[in-house]
């Protein structure tokens, strides 16, 4: 056994530690031992000691194995390939015991028994196999009904909140609809023919729980338009503090709704005379805040959907973005053909223009948003922006003058 | 014969096949929710239908033997159903109340932590680091794992004024969620690449490793005969992507690598809008296994957050309000060139254009 007494000290403290975990593995996986002894040589050095890159995968995808190669073959040879299957996660990591234990089967079988439960995309990480053990390992998965993940310039796994299996805000069916995008887009997810990768993530409302805004290219986020639902006693029980605010998440025993409600509210739609909490709905933004101090007395609205919003990513290459709004509110009922063909269109655009490499949200900065919606055949729309531009060089195209010829105004003269 | 048998494009599971009966009872028609206490959730049906949920933190990182303890839990006290959290905790799924009692025990005698709901610091979402992947400036685990260890008393306890997301991205590839964090370590390199001119040609696209670079500061090498790339030194920043295209372009330096922190980022909508977390510290060793200087700034910084914010005022939003001067002031953090934006036209948008600032 290799000796680790830099990792050793990472056994001791109240946080599971992942060397206690690891070193379980010993007696039955020998390449667990090489792992933590090439681990401790990194933390001794301070530098990574996998090759570069690596390209594996499975017969008919090219995407969902990152292929993984030690750089100290010889001293570490059970690393000498180590390479990690991503396995599609089901919507809002959902499992039974049985599930995960017919999981573990497999691994243990064709793999190093060591997982990450999950990868910041969603996916089910089996970390650490031989190049030959890949196809068996994935045909015995696919024999229990999973199948593998996304990786490379494909569409990668979709994930999301879990939704309305257990939570009163969620404003449409976020496991539904990503398992949907995930079968509709199995060939894309599988065998890689965009430009750069392609994320969807599904929040089912604006407190966003799998932070689709910022790691997605697609956001598809819950909203509702009408009124919030709010039952006046439970406002009371607050107001007397026989509710906990944030349902007792929070250091403070009791709410003050003026100035932890009304006063917070960033649209000041709000007030409360004591006993009535009142919401002027038509300028509410839809924040969540109320909702998420005062669970148990105020709810989204009835007339649910989604803001789809599109951009996001890392900061390579142009630095990173958010995603922005370029609907403010669709329906999201089965099997969301509103959401196909919109996704459908932002695919066939972007592979049309797309650089090597570019994602989405930069391809839609470097031609405009204009040319982007117009290919989309979307309305220009003002919750799409901040502000409007301050600078004066705004392009016109013929289509406008001939709108104009038509009848169309820029202007009111009411 | 045998390619005709394989599977393939099934997708996932359908999660149906996975959600306990009360679930699938309720789905879709939960009216409201409380947190009992750190760590544990109870949802109500509009059918009066009641589901706790016991919160329980992961190193996400675990083996199979883990996964299997994880499930007979499961199986004693859940009927066999659990999730996972989008950062990486799992749920233990409960639907019979007297059962919360022996399942706290059961967690307490294996010694896993239940907490990380409400105004606690939950889980730190990371990345690979030194166990798999190739082009990271710092571990992860290990940072993880010792700041988690250091902030400990935060995971289980309601006690700050919000809730605070920690994240680790182990290079500036950013994967995870180190760019919209409260609090984010990030993986820095320090020293620009050194080319490998003799394996270049055989090794990389030298159009696609010169189309990497942000800052256009790698070209083609001038001696047409060499087929390799030169790098513009004062024009690099480090940030590796040249490498993820080219390995033979490598940017390691043990001693000049290390760990930036940002600070101030969020995702969710509540009050103010989703925003980006921005650079707090610029450079921190790496130092191996417990990065003291990585835990302690970090803890100062949760402190002071904790001591000056409001009432419900995530860390974004008690900076935006004390102002990013006092923010430096107050967690006694240098203040340096290298904190002033210099990227482009994004640059000019974070400079002060008013007289609106303290002293």
């Keep these: 056994m290799h000796k680790t007494p830099l990792l050793d000290q990472l056994e001791s403290g109240p946080y599971p530690s992942f060397v206690t975990d690891l070193k379980r593995l010993l007696p039955t996986k020998p390449q667990v031992n090489d792992l933590l002894g090439q681990l401790e040589r990194s933390y001794k050095e301070k530098i990574t000691h996998w090759k570069h890159g690596g390209i594996v995968g499975v017969l008919g995808y090219g995407s969902g194995i990152i292929g993984r190669y030690s750089d100290l073959p010889n001293e570490f040879p059970g690393l000498e390939h180590f390479h990690t299957m991503r396995i599609n996660q089901p919507s809002g990591w959902f499992y039974t015991s049985a599930a995960i234990r017919e999981l573990c089967d497999i691994w243990d079988q064709y793999g190093s028994g060591v997982l990450n439960m999950h990868g910041a995309t969603g996916d089910i990480v089996f970390l650490g196999t031989r190049t030959e ?17 996304g990786s490379g310039s494909a569409m990668r796994s979709p994930s999301c909140c879990v939704g309305p299996a257990r939570c009163e805000w969620s404003c449409y069916d976020t496991l539904e609809a990503c398992y949907d995008i995930t ?23 604006p407190n966003d729980c799998v932070a689709s805004v910022a790691r997605a290219d697609c956001s598809v986020i819950g909203v509702w338009k009408d009124d919030i639902r ?151 729309v003002p919750q799409s922006i901040k502000i409007p531009r301050a600078n004066p060089f705004f392009f016109w195209k013929d289509a406008d003058f001939e709108a104009e010829a038509a009848g169309k105004k820029y202007y009111t003269t009411k | 014969m045998a390619e005709a048998e394989r599977i393939t494009d099934i997708g996932p599971p359908h999660y149906s096949k996975f959600l306990p009966p009360i679930i699938k009872e309720n789905y879709g028609k939960w009216v409201s929710h409380e947190i009992l206490e750190p760590g544990v959730l109870k949802h109500v049906a509009e059918s009066g239908a009641e589901l706790y949920s016991v919160r329980v933190a992961s190193p996400r990182i675990i083996t199979t033997i883990r996964a299997r303890e994880i499930c007979d839990v499961a199986d004693k006290f859940c009927d066999g159903y659990l999730r996972f959290t989008s950062r990486h905790n799992f749920e233990l799924l409960v639907t ?73 991205a182990c290079c500036l590839n950013m994967c995870g969620a180190v760019h919209c964090s409260d609090i984010a370590i990030c993986g ?52 590796g992507n040249c490498y993820t295209m080219c390995p033979a372009m490598p940017c390691f330096d043990p001693e000049k690598g290390g760990v930036a922190l940002l600070v101030g980022g969020k995702v969710s909508n509540a009050k103010s809008p989703p925003m980006f977390s921005r650079l707090a510290v610029p450079w921190i060793p790496n130092n191996p296994p417990r990065w003291p200087e990585v835990v302690s700034t970090i803890r100062k910084i949760l402190i002071k957050y904790a001591e000056g914010a409001n009432k419900y005022e995530r860390v974004a939003e008690w900076i935006e309000r004390i102002g990013w001067e006092k923010f430096f002031e107050v967690c006694d953090i240098p203040f340096t060139f290298q904190h002033i934006d210099d990227y482009k036209f994004q640059a000019y948008d974070t400079y002060r254009t008013s007289m609106h600032f303290k002293f």
């Design chain 2, 96 to 168: 019979d109340k007297a059962k919360l009692a022996p399942l706290k025990e059961e967690l307490a005698k294996r010694g896993w932590p239940i907490g990380g709901t409400g105004h606690s610091l939950t889980n730190i979402v990371h990345t690979q680091g030194w166990i798999h992947c190739h082009t990271p400036a710092i571990d992860a685990s290990g940072i993880v794992k010792s700041v988690m260890d250091d902030l400990f008393e935060y995971f289980g306890t309601h006690q700050l004024p919000a809730q605070v997301r920690i994240s680790l």
């Design chain 1, 133 to 149: 053990e890949l196809e068996p390992c994935f045909q015995a998965l696919a024999r229990k009904g999973f199948d593998i993940g």
């Design chain 1, 230 to 380: 709010i039952d006046q006693s439970a406002v009371k029980a607050y107001a007397g503090g026989e509710l906990k605010p944030r349902g007792g998440g929070s250091p403070y025993a009791k709410l003050d709704i003026q100035a932890d409600v009304v006063e917070l509210c960033p649209t000041g739609c709000m007030s409360f005379d004591g006993s009535t909490l009142k919401i002027d709905n038509r300028n509410c933004n839809h924040c969540m805040h109320c909702i998420n101090l005062m669970p148990q007395a105020l709810r989204p609205g009835t007339e649910t959907g989604a803001t789809l919003l599109i951009g996001s990513h890392a900061p390579i290459l142009e630095g990173a973005q958010m995603s922005w709004v370029i609907v403010p509110f669709m329906e999201m009922e089965p099997p969301y053909d509103n959401l196909k063909e919109i996704a459908g269109n932002i695919m066939e655009w972007w592979a049309e223009n797309g650089k090597n490499r570019e994602r989405v949200g930069e391809l839609i900065l470097r031609l405009g948003m204009r040319n982007f919606l117009e290919a989309l055949g979307l309305p220009p």
């Design chain 1, 183 to 205: 079968q509709e887009y199995q060939f894309e997810l599988h065998r890689p023919s965009f430009p750069y990768k392609f994320k969807f993530k599904f929040s089912g409302c």
């Design chain 2, 188 to 239: 820095v390199h320090r020293t620009p690449p050194k080319v490998m001119h003799d394996k270049l040609r055989h090794l990389c696209e030298i159009p696609t490793t010169i189309a990497s670079c942000p800052t256009g500061a790698i070209r083609p090498h001038p001696d047409k005969t060499l087929k390799s790339v030169i790098v513009n030194e004062e024009r690099c920043m480090y940030c």
